[in-house]
């Protein structure tokens, strides 16, 4: 199957300081790339879809300015989580979309666990 | 507002045995459904999908059913194994290659 990777696995930072989060596609272009984050014992929830070249769409409530998405190749899109704070800590997920014969799938990275002390 | 929701939060089915885990939409624009399997501190992975020209997809022990009327689907695995325990989270979209919304997961726990 397709595969994603996600980088770093685990981040720790200090509250005010900005992290970045990669998400690839290893073995196919994803032409549309998603941003998800959960929280314990909650469902994913969609933060923003990312697509190649051009601005992210941001899902209601999720503040642009401090998620800043680029997704500059087929292969890559990048997270920034700015000026980071406690409430912001969260295991973030990302997928890629991909053809499943002629459907296309979402398959996720192994995710980014963030903890904002 | 959920618009994917899996009303069990937990299953405990002995190793052998059928398990069925079940998920419910109210968008009638969802015409894609897939169910992932998570393990705690990675990412989802996925299990099988189905579009709603189907209403039955198999592969291998698994098993998706789709009924529309309903807006009701079902995962059954058989025979269940202990490797499944694993949280199972349902997902639609409207649209294949679209964002997904996600159920709350049901946490499966297979006993020997």
């Known amino acids: 199957g397709a595969v994603v990777s996600q980088h770093p696995s685990r981040v720790i930072c200090k509250s005010g300081t900005s992290v970045k989060i990669e998400c690839r596609s290893l073995?196919?272009?994803?032409?549309?790339m998603f941003w998800y984050r959960q929280f314990p014992k909650q469902s994913l929830m969609l933060m923003a879809t990312s697509n190649e070249g051009s601005k992210a769409t941001y899902e209601q409530g999720v503040e642009k300015d401090k998620f800043l998405i680029n997704h500059a190749s087929l292969t890559l899109s990048t997270l920034t989580v700015t000026s980071a704070h406690p409430e912001d800590s969260s295991f973030y997920i990302c997928?890629?979309?991909?053809?499943?014969?002629?459907?296309?799938?979402?398959?996720f990275g192994p995710g980014t666990r963030l903890l904002v002390l | 507002d959920q618009q994917v929701k899996q009303n069990s939060p937990s299953l405990s089915v002995q190793e052998g045995r059928i398990s069925i885990l079940n998920c419910d939409y109210t968008n009638s624009m969802f015409d894609y459904f897939l169910w992932y399997k998570k393990y705690p501190a990675e990412g989802p992975t996925f299990l099988i999908s189905i579009s709603s020209i189907k209403d039955k997809n198999e592969d291998g022990r698994f098993t998706v059913f789709l009924n529309k009327s309903a807006k009701h689907l079902s995962l059954h695995i058989v025979p269940s194994q202990p490797g499944d325990s694993a949280v199972y989270f349902c997902a639609a979209s409207a649209n294949s290659g679209y964002a997904l919304n996600f159920g709350k997961g049901t946490s499966l726990l297979v006993t020997p």
């Open positions: 997928s890629a979309s991909g053809a499943l014969g002629f459907q296309e799938t979402q398959y």
């Open positions: 073995d196919f272009q994803a032409t549309t």
